[in-house]
Every structure is written in C-alpha cells, then in structure tokens.
C-alpha cells in the first residue's frame, strides 16, 4: 500500500473494535497480482462526506464515491465489529453483494483476529487479497484455500 499514513489509520480504527461497522473508499489498481492502493480516504472524512450514509452492527450503507475518487479505479473498504466465535476468523465472511464487484475493482475489508490483531484484506468476485507473511502493506492474490490457511495460521486457539 503506497498511502502508509491511510493503512495506519485504519488499523489504528480497527483495533479499537468499535461496535458498528464503518467504511471509506480508496484508489488503487491491481498490478502483477498484487493490490495497489494509492490513496484510502479518512474514514471520518468518508462520514461526513456523505459516502457513509447509514451504519450498524452488521452493515453499512453507502452513496457515492466523492469526486476525488470518481473515474479513478478503486473500491471501497469496510469494517467488521469483533465477533465472539472462531477468535474473530469468522469476521471474514464476504456476502455474495460485497463480492459482487467487477473483475478488477477490488474491495477491502477490515476486522480483529482475536490473539493477532487488525487485519486488512482485499477481495473482489474472483479472488481474495491476502497480507504477505513480510509486509502486511502488500496484499497478493490468493485462493479461498490460501486465504482460509492463512487466517488459520494467525489464531490462537
């Protein structure tokens, strides 16, 4: 992720387990099956800009991208509260309405690992976007196997 002072943000956000789901948006594109995100918005700039219209335990509503963002690839991001079973695993579940973002316009997501901590991961209709075990700022393309071997080597049980 080249926007470090935006990735800080939202595991800095992350990490304080708010209760309700909140969300932004981010420029970015994917390059030799690898996410590049250029810019992620403040997630309370993305509130009050109208972006984030509606927010609960488990969803968001969201408008329009702000002009900043429109006519540039990207996705949005989003965040979920900490659940109570598989030490937080189970927060990467991703409806078929999240996934269903064309080819290569990817989506982020953003929740706690219990014993691990906040996580960051892409995903889009095709493929999920994993951390690398180096650099949690680069996220690699990955199958649902890959993903789910990787979350399961980040629990504690």
Not at 36 to 48: G, H, N, Q, R, Y
Not at 64 to 86: C, I, M, V
Not at 105 to 120: M, Q, T
């Amino acid at each position: 992720m080249e926007d470090a002072t935006g990735f800080n943000q939202i595991i800095e956000r992350t990490s304080r387990e708010e209760r309700l789901e909140w969300g932004t948006y981010f420029t970015g594109r994917i390059k030799d099956k690898t996410l590049v995100i250029d810019m992620i918005a403040d997630s309370k700039k993305a509130e009050t800009s109208g972006f984030i219209l509606k927010r609960s335990a488990t969803s968001i509503q969201r408008g329009r991208r702000p002009d900043e963002a429109q006519g540039k690839p990207g996705g949005t991001l989003h965040y979920h509260p900490p659940s109570l079973f598989y030490n937080g695993a189970d927060n990467f579940s991703i409806n078929l309405a999240d996934r269903a973002a064309v080819q290569f316009n990817v989506h982020l997501l953003s929740f706690n690992l219990r014993g691990h901590g906040p996580i960051i991961v892409g995903y889009n209709s095709f493929f999920d976007f994993i951390p690398t075990r180096t650099d949690p700022h680069v996220l690699v393309r990955a199958s649902f196997k890959e993903t789910l071997s990787y979350l399961d080597a980040l629990r504690t049980y």
